[in-house]
């Protein structure tokens, strides 16, 4: 599955101004559909999900870029977790440990 | 629906806790598989599981398992039984396909081209670890559209759904209860391609070889798929034309 990068990136911004529950579940049904992107911008908005503090909008951006994203997707996981203080970073390692 | 009088005397037996093994695996399966249709929500759980460290759990991941695993429903739920808690175990296998062969985008008659897979999340639960509250009935009628599976379809009975959610999220954090990720390869190792060879190489074994022109005449209809797509579909999802040594007859 794919589609044109501007989409992507238009897609990006609109789920930074949705209500958590909405990102979470727009994230999750493109995982569940093995979406598969490289798109910086969605990448990069998924990546700002991961220091939410609600858990399950964490874990579904972690579950986004480890299923989604490919190598990109891994690395913008793991340079989250290493530079940045998150509120459930125990779960988000634990989710880059299950789909490892 | 009304259990038959031998499982209704497994009930008696269970209630009284007493329950034994018979000799018959349709009476007393050693495990239950439960599929889950929302991968991600599926990895969150089996994530928060086993990560748990209190000695409660917080009420909302309970309402997730009901709601993404039990499907906000407490009798007529489908489940398969498996000899062992190993996801490679034909009973898995079977119970992968039988639960999403009736998916529209599988079927060669739609029209649409086809997927070769889906995401799904599942557990191998040990009947062991299932509470007092909750039954499990042999059903293979229930089974509707994937016939070698029949033998394995329970249906579960869930007087107390707390009880079970807490019971399974017990499971998983003591790694008594398997879990199995599948998607399309090769993101995912335990990919659905793999599950659909092992229910195929079953198959093989039990019906012979398997046409989709001539279905094996032991190989009955399901509900809505006849024999005849079911192997056909079951032969797409496992790719078997890739396989160096195709069907001689294609």
Known sequence: MDAPSEYQTFFARYIQDKPLMSSRLLLAALSDAEFSTSNGSLLSTASSFLKSTDKRLAQTAATFLLTCGGTLGRNFLWQTLSTQELPHSQLVKGISELLS | ?250
């Open chain 2, 1 to 250: 629906m009304m259990p038959s009088v031998s499982n209704l005397f497994q009930r008696i037996y269970k209630s009284f806790g007493k329950a034994k093994s018979p000799k018959s695996s349709e009476l007393s399966p050693e495990n239950l598989v439960r599929l889950c249709r929302n991968r991600a929500d599926f990895i969150t759980i089996i994530n928060e599981a086993i990560n748990h460290t209190n000695q409660n759990w917080d009420h909302e991941l309970v309402n997730r398992v009901i709601q993404f695993i039990l499907e906000d429903t407490d009798s007529g739920i489908s489940v398969y039984s498996s000899d062992t808690l190993d996801p490679l175990d034909r009973g898995h296998a079977l119970a992968v396909v039988a639960e999403g062969i009736s998916q529209d985008n599988f079927r060669s008659s739609k029209g649409s081209k086809r997927k070769l897979s889906c995401t799904r999340g599942s557990l191998i639960i040990p009947t062991s670890c299932l509470p007092k509250t909750t039954f499990y009935d042999f059903t293979p009628e229930n089974n509707l559209d994937f016939y070698p599976a029949n033998q394995h379809h329970f249906d579960l009975t869930i007087n107390d759904v707390e009880e079970l959610a807490v019971a399974i999220l017990n499971g998983i954090n003591q790694r008594i209860i398997a879990w199995s990720i599948l998607g399309s390869e090769p993101k995912f190792m335990g990919s659905y391609r793999l599950q659909s060879a092992i229910a195929y190489s079953y198959c093989l074994q039990a019906f012979g070889k398997l046409n989709p022109s001539v279905p094996p005449s032991n190989w009955v209809d399901g509900k809505t798929i006849t024999a005849s797509e079911q192997i056909d579909t079951l032969k797409y999802l496992a790719q078997t034309v890739a396989v160096d040594s195709p069907n001689l007859d294609g």
